[in-house]
């Protein structure tokens, strides 16, 4: 008996789409430690503290291009952050993101090579932020990440600022579905 009404299904799970077009992500950055693994971490409380908000919309609704936008509400005023993709997800270690995402792959890491890291292969933003401490940004690239590969959103520094040097990963968003993962 189950045969058939798996048959019979089959048609309507055909028409589901495979991945949405728009991913959305939206949290409050928390500790990494917090007792439900958060979607937001914040590791610079002190530039991103617990409680503010980020936004990330991630668009592949152009063939063979995405759009990716952040906005984020209560982190450090008049502050600009670099922003990337990254390959792994969040956790305690701000290093447990993992390398930049590249469309291509540099075959040396860490990649440091101009041929593969730059903004072509890497989708890269700065986020600036006004006097309360809210910005808004954009950036596209003409490709889209590989299923799994894009696992993370991370928030760099970007000015030395008190003990944090303009490399350090300030801040993670876990992003599953955002490249068309399930």
Excluded at 135 to 150: D, E, F, H, I, L
Aim: charged share 15%.
């Amino acid at each position: 008996m189950p045969a058939p009404l798996a048959a019979a299904l089959l048609p309507f799970a055909l028409l589901a789409p495979a991945a949405l077009p728009v991913a959305v992500t939206e949290a409050d950055f928390d500790p990494a430690t917090a007792f439900v693994p958060p979607a937001a971490v914040s590791h610079a409380p002190d530039l991103v503290p617990y409680g503010s908000h980020v936004r990330v919309v991630v668009d592949r609704s152009l063939p063979g291009r995405t759009v990716l936008t952040v906005t984020v509400a209560g982190v450090a005023a008049d502050h600009a952050f670099p922003v990337h993709l990254h390959t792994r997800a969040c956790g305690a270690d701000p290093a447990a993101s993992g390398p930049h995402y590249q469309d291509v792959v540099d075959p040396v890491s860490p990649s440091t090579d101009p041929a593969y890291a730059n903004g072509r292969n890497e989708l890269r933003l700065t986020l600036r932020t006004d006097a309360r401490g809210g910005g808004s940004a954009a950036a596209a690239v003409a490709w889209r990440p590989r299923p799994g590969g894009a696992r993370s959103l991370v928030l760099h520094a970007g000015e030395p600022a008190g003990a944090h040097g303009a490399a350090d990963r300030v801040a993670c968003v876990n992003l599953e579905g955002a490249d068309g993962a399930e």
